[in-house]
């Protein structure tokens, strides 16, 4: 089945500690996105990337970092500068830039992290 | 960026009957992408149906239709013959069209209770 895999499903961090969420896509989508969900609110986009090896900042990039080395693997590390990052995390992919092309995104089901 | 404004922030529907929710956006752009996403309880984002702002005719996607007014800006959902399934948030959220254009903006959501 094509889709959308996040892990883990919940995770603690402790204080001055990075952690990192992983996202993996087999739909062979190039564009890739975090987003952040606070509760009761919407999404914020943290960082996209729109092909591998290449990455730009969203709404919300402080205090987080991304690499994409492949096309279907887009881990978001949640480092200690982020001093507020009990959130929810979406993260998404969808189709390449292209005039006339609607890029859809469609979403893993989400990690929950928590501080400890 | 473009703004999002769903201002119904919950609505209770008895099951069977119909629920329609209200999304308003601003931008000075001519074509655009509009979407209504949904997240049930379990979190996990689904797209429940999308527009393309130049195509004239609503979108429909089984019970789920829109009303796109394009001169009002305005981007309502309706759900027909509701089921308690349907019982989630939703997010109104815009796109533009432009082939490196990648964000999603997202309203705040609209809490919809499905009654038995």
């Known amino acids: 089945d094509g889709g959308i895999t996040q892990s883990p499903k919940y995770l603690f961090r402790k204080e001055g500690q990075n952690v990192t969420l992983s996202c993996e896509q087999n739909l062979n989508h190039d564009a890739m996105y975090w987003y952040r969900q606070d509760p009761g609110q919407g999404l914020r986009l943290i960082y996209y990337s729109q092909i591998v090896n290449d990455f730009q900042k969203g709404d919300i990039a402080e205090g987080y970092s991304v690499s994409r080395e492949k096309k279907e693997s887009f881990p978001l590390t949640v480092t200690s500068a982020q001093k507020n990052p009990t959130a929810f995390y979406l993260c998404?992919?969808?189709?390449?830039?292209?005039?006339?092309?609607?890029?859809?995104?469609?979403f893993g089901p989400g990690t929950r992290l928590l501080v400890l | 960026a473009q703004t999002v404004t769903q201002s119904q922030p919950e609505m209770s529907v008895q099951e069977a009957e119909t629920v329609t929710l209200s999304c308003t956006y601003d931008t000075s752009e001519n074509n655009y992408y509009l979407f209504w996403y949904k997240q049930p309880p379990s979190r996990q984002m689904i797209l429940v149906i999308r527009q393309e702002a130049y195509k004239q005719q609503n979108a429909t996607e089984n019970r789920f239709s829109v009303n796109f007014q394009k001169a009002a800006k305005s981007f309502s959902l309706k759900i027909s013959d509701s089921q308690l399934g349907d019982t989630a948030m939703y997010f109104c959220a815009f796109s533009s069209s432009g082939s490196n254009d990648y964000k999603l903006s997202f309203g705040a959501g609209t809490t919809v209770t499905v009654r038995a």
């Open positions: 998404a992919s969808s189709i390449g830039g292209g005039v006339g092309l609607v890029k859809t995104q469609y």
